[in-house]
């Protein structure tokens, strides 16, 4: 089963930069699309915020617009890992970055999280 394993938040300035990782591991013969979403503080797992997607067979990619401009996803299959680029950082764009992955077999994969904060 593939598990997900997010890293590269921390606590940044407003108009600053940062870049997640998401390794995946375990064996799936499947191909998976791979995405990112957010949680903002005081919401709920149902107020996740869909934030970028990439396809995982023609690699086309996908943006909210509140990121759009501003973030970019990208994937290494030689290293099973699938990155966010984060430029122009808001204050609003504090959050807990999740990391997924999913296809028409399954459910969707989540991994752990990791917090972004950037500060005013």
């Known amino acids: 089963q593939v598990q997900l394993q997010e890293s590269g938040g921390g606590l940044v300035q407003t108009g600053g930069s940062l870049r997640l990782s998401c390794t995946a591991s375990g064996h799936s013969p499947n191909i998976y699309d791979m995405g990112w979403f957010r949680q903002a503080p005081g919401k709920g797992r149902e107020g996740r915020e869909w934030?970028?997607?990439?396809?995982?067979?023609?690699?086309?990619?996908f943006y909210a617009d509140s990121v759009k401009g501003r973030f970019t996803i990208s994937t290494d299959t030689a290293k099973n890992t699938t990155y966010l680029q984060m430029n122009s950082l808001k204050p609003e764009d504090t959050a807990v970055y999740y990391c997924t992955a999913h296809n028409n077999i399954g459910p969707r994969i989540w991994g752990q999280g990791t917090q972004v904060t950037v500060s005013a």
């Open positions: 934030v970028a997607e990439i396809n995982g067979r023609n690699y086309e990619t």
